[in-house]
């Protein structure tokens, strides 16, 4: 068994992961009161409340093996401001560095949005580097980014695309972790070999017997809902075989011509508007029949953003009910129910169409790798069950993750002591013989 602490630790996804691995959680943090309720009841733990406390008192942190983190990704997200470790939330990386260098263990893991590693944060991602570098941690250059539908059911994968970073570092001390830095990422992105995602399902590999008739009412879709997406359906049936567009409809820019105010409008949105006109003008007698038509909620009345479709169902049936869908500010996202997109902190949660229904919070934790049979919310609302999934790690990419890089890097962990041959041992692997030279360095 091998003892780790859990920093920004959500609901427990780390603590799932290597649980199962055959690690010890000695100490949690997370500063969200539900989140940290969720963690206590799953796991027995209180977890800490700020992990700026503990970097100031090293003294309290309990010796460990392995230290995990998913801090805060608002900074770095592309749904956010981007402003990085600018942000007052980018710099608690920096209280991780301080427990690292008074500490030592063996191995760091840290998950992040892979904007992270993108080209608008590369003073951010070469920031963390060289933190984590000057602490004696090797590191590679190159991001791992993984997603749980690349990996089969018998790996661990889950049906849902979440491209996360994963920054893993072994401590060599300083000298080589600035020089040794030319690393392939742990796992490449790419499906499991025998795996093809293609054959994930919504309904047989996410979904739970439908909640009792009393709980039921509370995951189905409104009448507005029903009736905004019967109201699409009429134009994809009135439209026939007509190539569908690659970029989102827009209905309130159907029109022959340019609205007020194009040419000052940004370069974006300009493009998307022509493609709108033209796709209008090459299907206007579809349409205009399909505008004049007499119904409950004119669609005028429907909100900006269910004015949008947003077909990504390629070649499937031209039926939203066949399939998954997510309402988004962008519009009414639509894609077969194979996998489902990243799930998000906010009110965005995936619709089964066929069931015509939301997935339940325990179903949402299907898709991050929890096993509903023994997780619970501990009785919180939906909507904060919604947003801690949103802010999950998936069980399963840490765990595949994980074990690859100690796998890789079993030299150097078992270079660092017991507390590095204790990871080892708990993953089955064989504990090399260090030489004087390895274990000096």
Same mark, same amino acid.
């Given at each position: ?37 969720? %963690? ?132 060599v001390g300083r000298d080589r972790?600035?020089?040794?830095v030319d690393l392939d990422p ?93 796709? %209008? ?7 205009d029949a399909w505008r004049s ?45 194979? %996998? ?45 069950? %919604? ?55």
């Amino acid at each position: 068994m091998f003892d780790f602490v859990d920093y920004f630790a959500g609901v427990g996804g780390f603590h799932a992961a290597l649980d199962g691995l055959g690690g010890r959680a000695v100490q949690a943090c997370e500063i969200d009161p539900k989140a940290a309720a969720i %963690y206590e009841h799953n796991w027995n733990l209180k977890p800490e409340k700020d992990v700026r406390e503990l970097a100031q008192h090293p003294d309290t942190i309990p010796d460990h093996s392995v230290l995990t983190g998913g801090f805060p990704c608002q900074p770095f997200s592309k749904s956010g401001r981007q402003l990085g470790v600018a942000e007052d939330r980018g710099t608690l990386f920096e209280d991780i560095l301080k427990i690292l260098a008074a500490k030592q263990p063996p191995v760091v893991m840290l998950e992040n949005v892979r904007n992270l590693a993108g080209p608008r944060q590369s003073a951010a991602w070469s920031r963390i580097l060289r933190g984590l570098r000057e602490a004696g941690y090797r590191v590679g250059s190159r991001p791992t980014v993984f997603s749980p539908h690349l990996l089969s059911p018998d790996s661990g994968g889950a049906p849902q695309v979440r491209d996360r970073v994963y920054i893993l570092g072994v401590w060599v001390g300083r000298d080589r972790a600035m020089t040794e830095v030319d690393l392939d990422p742990v796992v490449p992105h790419e499906v499991e070999q025998g795996w093809r995602v293609g054959d994930w399902n919504i309904e047989s590999d996410v979904l739970l017997p439908d909640p009792s008739a009393a709980d039921i009412h509370r995951y189905k879709l409104g009448g507005d809902e029903i009736a905004w997406i019967d109201t699409w359906n009429e134009l994809l049936q009135m439209l026939g075989d007509a190539k569908l567009s690659g970029f989102p409809l827009w209905e309130f820019a159907w029109h022959e011509r340019r609205p007020n105010g194009f040419r000052t409008m940004p370069a974006w949105k300009q493009r998307l508007v022509e493609q709108n006109r033209d796709f %209008y003008l090459a299907h206007r007698g579809a349409i205009d029949a399909w505008r004049s038509r007499d119904r409950e909620i004119p669609l005028s009345r429907f909100p900006a953003s269910r004015r949008k479709l947003e077909w990504q169902a390629g070649s499937g049936e031209r039926n939203l009910w066949k399939h998954l869908m997510q309402f988004r500010p962008s519009g009414i996202r639509v894609k077969q129910a194979t %996998y489902a997109p990243a799930l998000v902190a906010m009110s965005q949660t995936p619709i089964f169409g066929p069931r015509r229904r939301r997935l339940t919070p325990l179903e949402a934790a299907r898709l991050q790798g929890f096993d509903p049979a023994t997780f619970s919310f501990a009785d919180q609302s939906d909507s904060a069950s %919604y947003k801690q999934m949103g802010n999950a790690v998936n069980v399963g990419v840490v765990r595949h993750v994980f074990k690859a890089f100690v796998e890789k890097n079993a030299d150097d962990i078992a270079a660092c002591g017991p507390a590095g041959t204790s990871i080892l041992e708990s993953l089955g692997i064989d504990v090399p013989l260090v030489s004087t030279s390895v274990a000096a360095s």
